[in-house]
Each structure stands twice: as C-alpha cells, then as structure tokens.
C-alpha cells in the first residue's frame, strides 16, 4: 500500500505535466495561426481599404539601385534616383518564397505567379528608411499565389534610402549604387 500512495503522486505529476506539455503545443499552434498581421498603428494613408484580408506575409530582403541623375527641370543640378529593387521574398519563418525586382517593380512567387502595382500612397515611415508604401495590385500573370492579389503594403523597413556618404555631382553623374534594405510586404486579397 504504501508503494502505490508514493506512486500516485509520481504518475500524477507526469500526467499533469504531460498535459501541461500538451496545452502549450496547442496554443503555440493555435496562436500561429490566429495572429494576423495589424495595420492599426499604420498611417491612414497606406490602410487597406475595408473588404480585403492578409493572404500572405512576407520580408523582403535585398537591395535597391539608386543612379545620379540630372534633376528634373533643374539644369546643372543632379540627385540620386531611385531606379529598382533586387530582393530576395521570404515567409516568416525565413524559406524564400519569390522575389521583388524592377523596373518595373514585380513581385514573383516562386510558383511563376507574378504581378506589378500601381503606388497609390506613401507616408514616412523614418529618416533612414524607405516610406511606407500602399500600392493597388494589376491582374496577376501566371496561376499562384499572385492571383487574386488586390493590394500590397510596403512597412517593418530599415534602410533603402539614397546613399548620403556618396554625393551625386554633375561628375559622376551616370554612376549606380545599391543600398541594402529589409521590408514587409504584405499581401491583401478580397475578404
């Protein structure tokens, strides 16, 4: 008798800590799979209209092309121009599942879906990195993951921006440069 009181907590604390075990997987997964991306602290401006819900998030990483220019209806004066991205797209989890490159800018997933945007808004989103950005989706080439794509939101950015330790002069004028950056890229389709 005494054997088995002394078992009873031992099986008892194993099965309650078997529980316990089991209740945290399941609400790391539910959890996982509740969370939806927020654009509640985001700028009116760049919001996805009403009607539409997340259908992919990814983190875009890479590089934009930036060229010295002359200055548009300014003679004799240049600046550096944005001319196109060149980055790799990844889930959350980090396994690359397309691209974004330009010009045009293109979003490609990697099953051959594919679509450009036109820019309906930008709003600032820091002194070293890109603006956040609202774009409306054009009809997706391709079958994939791209189609039925109605918006993306450009936002979470770090760098990109013009490079400022390079001027741009009329004697280099002509001269690329790339400037790493990091962003999300978050696809809406209709709800």
Do not use: H
């Not at 008892?12 to 089991?22: F, G, Q, R, W, Y």
């Not at 969370?35 to 760049?46: E, K, N």
């Not at 996805?48 to 998030?57: D, H, I, L, R, T």
């Not at 010295?68 to 004799?76: E, T």
């Amino acid at each position: 008798m005494r054997q088995l009181t002394s078992f009873r907590p031992v099986a008892v604390t194993a099965l309650v800590a078997s529980a316990a075990v089991l209740a945290a997987c399941g609400s790391m997964s539910n959890k996982g799979a509740m969370s939806t991306f927020s654009q509640t602290s985001l700028p009116p401006s760049i919001q996805v209209p009403a009607g539409n819900k997340v259908a992919w998030e990814t983190v875009g990483v890479g590089d934009i092309t930036y060229e010295c220019r002359d200055k548009a209806n300014m003679p004799g004066q240049t600046e550096w121009v944005f001319v196109g991205p060149n980055a790799v797209l990844n889930d959350r989890a980090g396994k690359q599942v397309g691209k974004y490159y330009g010009p045009p800018a293109t979003w490609e997933a990697n099953d051959g879906s594919k679509l450009t945007a036109t820019q309906l808004a930008v709003a600032p989103s820091g002194p070293t990195s890109l603006p956040f950005q609202l774009v409306k989706a054009n009809p997706a080439m391709g079958s994939g993951a791209m189609n039925g794509v109605t918006y993306i939101q450009r936002v979470a950015l770090t760098g990109g921006v013009a490079p400022a330790a390079t001027p741009c002069t009329p004697m280099n004028k002509g001269q690329k440069t790339t400037v790493k950056y990091q962003a999300d890229y978050i696809f809406w389709k209709a709800a």
